[in-house]
């Protein structure tokens, strides 16, 4: 069975920076879309970032983009999320994620993607 592990989460001052992985085992060829998502308390989870595992073309949330890079290793079935010039407004739980082929809705959606990490808390002081 495939898993999602997290790790790189921790807490840091605003305007530093986080490098956050995931790393899947078991499963994998029929991962179409690999993303990060993230919950503030009180909060809806919402979409980070996501990249296509074949094609590596990224999708990111305009609170974040600029700031935020997504990549991934095919070959150690891997995909980080380098944190840039963070906010306070970035801290939550970050969760990873990745979307099967064959699903066609928006990337957004966390309802779309099949497996999901534990998540990992990033917290930024001000």
């Known amino acids: 069975q495939v898993q999602l592990v997290e790790s790189g989460g921790g807490l840091v001052q605003a305007g530093g920076s986080l490098r956050l992985s995931c790393a899947a085992s078991?499963?994998?060829?029929?991962?179409?879309?690999v993303g990060w998502f993230r919950q503030a308390p009180g909060k809806e989870r919402e979409f980070v970032a996501a990249?296509?595992?074949?094609?590596?073309?990224?999708y990111y949330a305009d609170s974040v983009k600029g700031r935020f890079t997504i990549s991934r290793d095919n070959a150690k079935n891997t995909w980080y999320l380098q944190m840039n010039s963070l906010e306070p407004e970035d801290t939550a739980a970050y969760y990873c994620?990745?979307?099967?082929?064959?699903?066609?809705?928006?990337?957004?959606?966390?309802?779309?993607?099949?497996?999901w990490g534990r998540g990992t808390q990033v917290t930024v002081s001000s």
């Open positions: 078991g499963r994998t060829f029929d991962f179409a879309t």
């Open positions: 990249i296509t595992w074949s094609g590596g073309s990224t």
């Open positions: 994620a990745a979307r099967l082929t064959g699903i066609y809705g928006s990337l957004w959606y966390a309802s779309s993607y099949r497996y």
